[in-house]
């Protein structure tokens, strides 16, 4: 059975808890950091705050994203996904669907609920 030791997942997924300090929406899924903070961005909060790995159920490790209660709306079009970014570095460090798109408009907020970002055990 393949395993991997919880300090391998913790050290890919620390950088989110250390380096990550904005979390965009976005009209569509960000491939690079530019797409992510500018090309198809429709807001955004640097209020982000990303808790140390954990375990994940069902195996592996995982971050927790805290809930987003201040986001400020920048464009308008439909916001399907997110991506949270290092600035400091000009870095994607992660993307994903939101759970369910919406329809914004520049000028208004966005919350977002908390969720976890996790990498599962080996197979």
Not at 33 to 40: D, G, V
Not at 85 to 106: C, G, H, P
């Amino acid at each position: 059975m393949a395993t991997l030791n919880d300090r391998v997942f913790d050290s890919g997924l620390s950088v989110l808890d250390t380096e990550a300090n904005k979390i965009v929406v976005t009209s569509q899924e960000a491939t690079t950091f530019t797409n992510a903070n500018a090309t198809y961005a429709l807001g955004n909060s640097t209020s982000l705050s990303i808790g140390a790995p954990a375990d994940r159920s069902g195996g592996g490790r995982e971050v927790t994203v805290a809930a987003i209660t201040d986001g400020s709306i920048t464009g308008t079009g439909t916001a399907t996904h997110y991506a949270i970014v290092d600035t400091t570095n000009s870095r994607l460090l992660a993307t994903s669907t939101l759970s369910a798109s919406q329809s914004v408009t520049s000028g208004n907020t966005f919350t977002l609920a908390s969720f976890t970002i996790g990498i599962p055990d080996p197979a």
